[in-house]
């Protein structure tokens, strides 16, 4: 009886300290949370030709196959305008050149390389979080030391017709430059 005394005295100690530990996980942002916060900001930094935009055409965000955001990221566009356009979120299974996404994410399934392929040459902004090198794209999300970081293809958003600014270039992890194949 003594041993479940102290085993009930312990945990009774511990209790405020593991609630503080929990609370501060839950403060956390999770994973997509942070990443529905940066693909709610990117078409800050990026220029798209004119014709990319009917008139009174918001700033579409596509999440293409599987959604793993939930309601980060609507929460993260709330609100948000881009260049005086609303941003809007479209989920879709697939997409095409006239799926009119602006922004397409893509996970890290084996569908990003064809979602890249099906978006060649039209004025989108591809983010994945799949490695660049295998999929095409122009942004690419990753995890360095416990941190979403992202790396950027200004090859591919070029390629893409987009300019990428100079702020958002300064800000990836790695950046292959225009003109490099």
Known sequence: MPLLMRLL???ALLAPVL??????????PTEYAVKAAFL???????EWPPAAFGAGTPLTLCVVGDDPFGNYLDEAVAG?????RNIVVRR????????????AYVGSEPR????SEALRGSPTLVVTDAQASAVGGAIHFLLKDNRVR????????????????????SLALA?????AH
Request: hydrophobic share 40%; aromatic share 6%; charged share 20%.
């Open 92 to 103: 879709l299974k697939s997409v095409s050149r006239e799926s009119g996404c602006h922004i």
């Open 175 to 179: 950046v292959k430059p225009r003109g």
């Open 40 to 46: 709610s900001k990117f078409g800050f930094y990026v």
């Open 112 to 115: 990003p390389g064809a979602v």
């Open 150 to 169: 992202f790396t950027i293809d200004d090859d591919a958003a070029a390629q893409s017709g987009l300019a990428v600014s100079s702020k958002l270039l």
């Open 19 to 28: 609630g503080l530990a929990a609370r501060a996980a839950a403060a956390e």
């Open 9 to 11: 005295r312990t945990l």
């Open 80 to 84: 948000q305008q881009v260049g005086g």
